[in-house]
């Protein structure tokens, strides 16, 4: 059986794993930290034990969370972070864990204490390093630390998709065992039958406002919409070193909202009322082998996704765009004018038929399958 290029076998092992996850993303303030939040709980349904050991502070899970204390100061948050982390874990009892899984921005640091406790621990990296400047040369120099010492030492590693395998292979010459696990999604609760857009069209932005996502395009493709004449208000969800300029436009823009910064809750709750997701991410390479959070929350309310056109971009034969000579803010303006002109309903039910293959619930029993092989000394 294969999902996202990945070849998934049976596996023998018997019983619950039992899982310890040491994970460098704040719980409760990273949007991205709901990767691990609902992975850990999944796994946790599944019948397995999760240890989730990170900083930030979470309450009334299934599973258990460690809180790791780190210094959000660039260059020092990572090093923080593996000091707090070696200092918890030696005072564990290891015998009570089958794997471990580590973030690569711990993995080199944290080569001693994985030399002691002499458990299986597979890498695990959720996307490399984005940083710029001389913080970006540091973070490339750890990543690059942590796989190595990953083929050499761990039971294999997980990445995001078939473009970011290629990516880390690619880099460090890994030949270790690689397998998927993408960003998925949880079914939008407060999701109702859509209003028709024809009067009023409803788009959103979630994720981080920075620079190297294209998210000052999301001014251009409002303009662009205004010139076709379409009524519309999109609802931008985040934080980052753009979020002023997103504030003062919204100022002067009957068009443009600009939330901040919200919980995962009132993402959902907003995502529930619009029509269109946005996905401006330029196609380089830190996007093009990532696999968004955003991609599978979107699918998941019903959401039309727009953006440029490239691999971590989409899923399957998904359409973002109508290709108009490389422009996608012409390109997906004329896909909303088309979808618009039939039943939007048809819209919602695609992506809501996409979305099934982001379940969380799916991706964990994928990761479950996938721990029970790298604890089987026979599999490949």
């Known amino acids: 059986m294969s999902f ?14 039992n899982i310890l996850w040491i994970s460098g993303r704040r719980m409760g303030e990273d949007l991205a930290s709901s990767t691990e939040d609902f992975l850990c709980s999944e796994l946790t349904e599944l019948g397995n034990n999760v240890t989730l050991m990170s900083p930030g502070s979470i309450t009334d899970r299934n599973y258990t969370h460690e809180q790791i204390r780190d210094y959000r100061v660039s260059g020092l948050t990572s090093i923080s972070g593996a000091i707090a982390a070696s200092k918890i874990l030696s005072g564990y009892e290891m015998k009570e864990f089958d794997i471990i899984l580590v973030d690569w921005r711990y993995a080199y640091l944290l080569r001693k204490s994985l030399q002691k406790l002499d458990l ?12 710029k400047g001389v913080f970006n040369n540091l973070q490339k120099w750890f990543w690059l630390r942590a796989w190595k010492y990953s083929e050499e030492n761990s039971v294999g590693g997980f990445v995001v998709s078939e473009k970011h395998r290629d990516f880390v292979i690619g880099l460090t010459g890994y030949t270790g065992n ?4 993408p960003a998925g999604s949880i079914k939008n609760n407060f999701l109702e039958v859509k209003e028709n857009p024809t009067d009023l069209l409803r788009l959103a932005y979630v994720g981080q406002l920075d620079g190297r996502r294209g998210v000052e395009d999301i001014f251009d493709l409002s303009d662009s919409l205004t010139t076709e004449g379409i009524s519309h208000k999109i ?27 919200l919980s995962h809750v009132e993402v959902l709750q907003i995502l529930s009322r619009c029509h269109v997701g946005i996905m401006p991410m330029p196609d380089i390479p830190v996007w093009r082998i990532s ?21 971590g971009n989409k899923i399957g034969g998904l359409r973002i765009s109508n290709s108009l000579g ?8 004329s896909l909303i004018k088309e979808k618009m002109e039939a039943d939007w309903s048809e819209v919602t039910q695609a992506s ?23 604890l089987e000394p026979t599999s490949s």
């Open 235 to 261: 609802h931008v969800c985040g934080s980052g070193d753009r979020g002023k300029i997103f504030l003062e436009r919204s100022k002067s823009s009957e068009s443009l909202v600009f939330e901040g910064k």
């Open 352 to 374: 809501l038929h996409h979305s099934e293959e982001l379940s969380w619930d799916n991706i964990a029993e994928r990761l479950g399958r996938d721990l029970h092989l790298m």
């Open 4 to 17: 996202w290029g990945v070849v998934i076998y049976e596996s023998s092992f018997a019983g619950t794993v």
């Open 178 to 181: 690689l397998r998927v696990v």
């Open 120 to 131: 299986p621990w597979a890498i695990i990296d959720r996307g490399p390093p984005v940083k």
């Open 291 to 311: 696999s968004t959070l955003k991609l599978a929350e979107y699918l998941a309310s019903g959401l039309l996704v727009v953006g440029p056109e490239h691999p």
């Open 326 to 333: 490389g422009d996608w803010i012409e390109g997906s303006v």
